[in-house]
């Protein structure tokens, strides 16, 4: 009877401790930070605080991209399971840019291993400008990273397929998927960028001297320039994020993109470079991996939680668009987006 009565005891406090637990995530982490309401209104006072600033400039070393409308501004918040939430402008496509370093990355992982990128370029900041050559030197093209360029064109070379268009249309499909629809390229910021990629091609030329890059240098710097034409919207860049947030399952088309186990790598390596040289100041302020193009657009991830995307075109000083970190950072705290910053049990 005195067995059967703990028993009992036993059972009842532990019903009583896991409905504390359900009790707690529910008003706390989950609920106080993912309420739509907030989201919402987060959102929109990004947009309005941020929609009238004139700080920043286009890139204009690609000349197409001097012509973008500077204006452009939207904002898009995908959660894991698959809400959207945006503000502004989410229907004018710009170039992904640096941003498809990231999903090229991804690509190599899935297909050869997260070691081979370990391996060929590293997964190391280079204290040195996206395009730098010293870097390449410093090392011979080893301890950088696949979201400076000698990295990523590498990375590009490292795709497998039987043709140029055998690659490209792998690269091209796996974009889509992660954006939840068929992307196409922007050919007039192709032709621009084909036009003047010279320095591109003299990293990649190096990069094959050192070994890096085993097929040919030109082709992989050609199908890297077309990746970064690919033409994205806010959404899709928000989709790109949250798939990434969701483990690496596409939370509006329920497509798992990448192996969940390859995402923390993806993220560790965002992290460390996905801002050029501001990636550190970033992860101060934000704790989140994030990647930035010259187009404008900017993505973060807050693991489990959420992708956000913003595009505006201008950009400060490290290349960064000026809007979009301004926006993503006053979003992500106001959500507690940031990974790093937990309640002490
Ligand atoms: N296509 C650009 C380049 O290679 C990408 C640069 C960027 O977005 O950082 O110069």
């Not at 009238?52 to 500077?70: H, Q, S, T, W």
């Not at 229907?91 to 291993?113: G, L, R, W």
């Not at 329920?254 to 996905?274: D, N, R």
Request: charged letters at 20%.
């Amino acid at each position: 009877m005195l067995q059967h009565n703990r028993h009992n005891t036993n059972l009842i406090m532990s019903f009583i401790t896991a409905l504390a637990l359900v009790v707690s995530i529910s008003t706390s982490a989950y609920a106080d930070t993912l309420n739509p309401y907030k989201i919402k209104a987060a959102i929109k006072r990004a947009y309005d605080d941020y929609k009238n600033i004139k700080e920043g400039a286009n890139a204009d070393y690609i000349p197409a991209l001097a012509k973008v409308d500077p204006k452009i501004f939207g904002i898009a918040l995908i959660t894991t399971d698959g809400k959207v939430y945006t503000a502004g402008d989410l229907k004018t496509e710009v170039s992904i840019q640096s941003i498809s370093k990231v999903f090229t990355m991804a690509k190599v992982m899935e297909e050869s291993s997260p070691e081979a990128i370990y391996n060929n370029m590293g997964v190391d900041a280079t204290g040195q400008v996206f395009n730098s050559i010293v870097a390449i030197e410093q090392y011979k093209g080893s301890e950088m990273n696949a979201m400076v360029n000698p990295g990523a064109i590498t990375a590009t070379s490292m795709v497998k397929g039987s043709s140029y268009d055998d690659i490209w249309n792998k690269i091209l499909t796996y974009y889509g998927d992660f954006a939840g629809r068929k992307l196409t390229v922007l050919e007039d910021i192709y032709k621009s960028e084909a036009a003047t990629n010279q320095r591109n091609q003299a990293l990649a030329m190096l990069m094959f001297a050192y070994g890096h890059i085993k097929g040919d240098p030109l082709q992989a710097t050609d199908i890297y320039t077309k990746q970064c034409s690919v033409g994205v919207n806010t959404q899709d860049l928000a989709a790109m994020a949250a798939t990434l947030a969701n483990g690496g399952k596409n939370p509006l088309t329920g497509k798992q993109v990448i192996s969940t186990k390859h995402v923390p790598e993806i993220l560790a390596v965002m992290a460390t470079a996905g801002l050029y040289d501001d990636s550190g100041k970033w992860l101060y302020q934000t704790g989140l991996p994030a990647k930035s193009g010259v187009g404008g657009g900017l993505i973060a991830v807050s693991p489990g939680k959420f992708g956000i995307a913003v595009i505006s075109p201008p950009l400060d000083e490290a290349g960064n668009s000026v809007r979009a970190q301004k926006a993503i950072a006053d979003i992500s705290n106001a959500l507690g987006g940031n990974p790093y910053a937990v309640k002490p049990r």
